[in-house]
Every structure is written in C-alpha cells, then in structure tokens.
C-alpha cells in the first residue's frame, strides 16, 4: 500500500469510510518486519549449515587451503549477518513499528538482507537530486548492490504517476537489470517496463 503514489485513495477504499484503512497498513507494516527478521534468520541459519560443512571439510585428511579460505569466507559471511541490523526506522515493541514501509517491502521482496546505511544515503542522495532536478554520478565497487539494490531501491522511491523513469545501464547487464526491474514493477506494482537495444 505504501508504494502507491496515490495511497491515501487506497486506505479510504477499505472498510467503512476509510475507517480501516489505517489500522490494515499498520497490520501489514508489522507483518512486513516480523517476515524481514525471519528471511535474516533464515540466512543466518544458512550461513551457519555452510560453516559447519566447511569446518567439516577442513577436518578432513586432504583438507587443503582453498578449504581454509572457504571456512573463513562464510565465518565473515556468518558474523556480517549475525550482526546486521535495521538502519531504517525502529521495531521497539514499546513505541511501535515506525519504518519506512517501502524500505520494509523491499527488504522482504527481494530478500538480499537487510539494507546497509551507505545504500540508503546514497538512494536517498541521488533521489534529492532528482526532485531538485539535478543530475549525479557514484562511482561504485563490484558487490556494492548498484544493480540489485541501489537501483531498485531508487526506482521504488521515485515512482510516481505521471513520471517516467529511464535507466541506462551497459549491454552486459541489460538482460539481468530487465529482469529485475520487471519482477519489482510488473509483478508487485504492476506498473509497465520496457526495455530498448
């Protein structure tokens, strides 16, 4: 509900004068954390089968350095999960659940894990520059999340009606970016893409 540009149309449509509305989009905000924290438990208990496997693997006879790399790859990939956290908005079951929902949705949609602080500043940099019209470059590593999640993430932020959003992107990534982009706004938000040669 939250992804919609016109939202507000949508809370009043259910129940009785819109009455429900609110109460529904708090319901789901919840259900779209708690599913979050299961998909990060989830991988955690993956990275932990790999781990045990790998410590396996090294206790071996033949056991050799390739081995030991791979067990110290996954304990790294193990530790970074265990200690991720949401830098997005808070869950206190005190104060209640205040995130932003879309952040919450892209988490569970694509299930890559939580998102990491740098990608929000810079989704949230380059979606300032596009309100106030300017234009930005961000040079960025392999593995920083451009394709999967930097771009996405700022598609779903500046989705509006009305609005065309173009993406340009090298011929080598332009099957995999399609398909991504089609899986976010055809099947979720079903809104068209196309993409050109």
């Known amino acids: 509900l939250a992804t919609l540009d016109d939202e507000r149309a949508v809370l009043r449509s259910l129940g009785r004068n819109g009455q429900q ?7 789901v905000v919840q259900i779209l954390a708690l599913t979050s ?19 396996e693997a090294l206790a071996s006879p033949g056991a050799s350095t390739e081995d030991l790399r791979t067990a110290e790859s ?25 995130v932003d929902p879309r952040l919450l949705a892209f988490e569970w949609l694509f299930g890559k ?11 949230e940099s380059f979606a300032r520059s596009a309100e106030q019209g300017h234009s930005k470059v961000k040079q960025m590593l392999m593995g920083g999340g451009k394709t999967h999640v930097i771009s996405p993430l700022l598609q779903l932020h500046l ?3 009305g609005r065309l959003l173009v993406q340009v992107v090298p011929e080598a ?6 398909s991504l982009t089609k899986s976010l706004f055809c099947h979720f938000l079903a809104m068209p893409v196309f993409g050109f040669d």
């Not at 509305?21 to 319901?27: K, Y």
């Not at 894990?113 to 989704?123: A, C, F, I």
């Open 113 to 123: 894990g939580l998102l990491k602080q740098e990608q929000l500043d810079m989704v």
């Open 74 to 98: 996954v304990m790294e990939s193990l530790a970074e999960q265990l200690t991720a956290r949401r830098v997005h908005g808070s869950l206190d079951p005190s104060s209640g659940v205040d």
């Open 173 to 178: 990534l332009m099957a995999q970016t399609l």
């Open 21 to 27: 509305g609110p109460a529904v989009a708090h319901t």
């Open 37 to 55: 924290a299961q998909q990060q438990a989830n991988r955690c208990l993956r990275f932990g089968v790999r781990l045990q496997k790998s410590l």
């Open 159 to 161: 989705c509006k009606k």
